[in-house]
């Protein structure tokens, strides 16, 4: 059924509609949503590089969506997660971290936190993104729903990198409001 819904699916996305826009790019959010073979199925149908700049995009319901689909697809395989940021989906993130809405400095954080628990290099990507400070930014400001996903970009870091990257993160302020969640 989803192979047979994919190229609709791929067709739409690039619908000028803004209604018809969110309702695809929810409905790929929904099928990323279902495990690892399902994130393969909706990669192998090329929409990721038609997906990625929707984060972007001037309406939020979009950004929200295209957030949501793309956060799915990073908790998939590190394979998975790779082929998200080889579309240049960081380059989007000072923005969303810095969001009027909560929820999609939230969503962002939550997407960071996949990324912080994968492998070094995708590590080291958030990293030399500059979103270290962004992700501390809302580790101390946000809403606690927010900390909380900022909490676990920066614990997942910890676990996942390496002995510079952790030095980085040190660096860049984190123990200070890391530590006020204690209170």
């Not at 909560?102 to 969503?107: T, Y």
């Not at 590590?123 to 030399?128: E, G, L, T």
């Not at 946000?142 to 910890?158: C, M, R, V, Y």
């Amino acid at each position: 059924t989803i192979n047979q819904i994919l190229p609709a699916l791929c067709h739409l996305i690039h619908n000028p509609d803004v209604n018809i826009l969110v309702d695809t790019v929810w409905a790929l959010s929904y099928l990323t949503d279902g495990g690892n073979e399902q994130i393969q199925l909706v990669i192998d149908s090329n929409v990721v590089p038609h997906l990625i700049p929707l984060l972007s995009h001037v309406e939020v319901k979009v950004q929200t969506a295209a957030l949501r689909a793309v956060g799915n697809i990073v908790t998939g395989s590190d394979e998975q997660t790779q082929v998200v940021l080889n579309f240049n989906a960081l380059s989007h993130f000072p923005a969303l971290l810095s969001h009027p809405k909560e929820k999609i400095r939230k969503e962002a954080v939550w997407f960071l936190s996949n990324i912080t628990a994968g492998i070094q290099s995708q590590v080291q990507a958030v990293i030399d993104a500059g979103l270290l400070p962004k992700i501390i930014e809302n580790l101390s400001k946000g809403e606690f729903q927010t900390q909380k996903e900022a909490a676990w970009a920066i614990s997942n870091l910890t676990i996942s990198g390496n002995k510079e990257q952790v030095a980085e993160l040190i660096k860049a302020g984190a123990i200070p409001p890391f530590c006020e969640l204690l209170r």
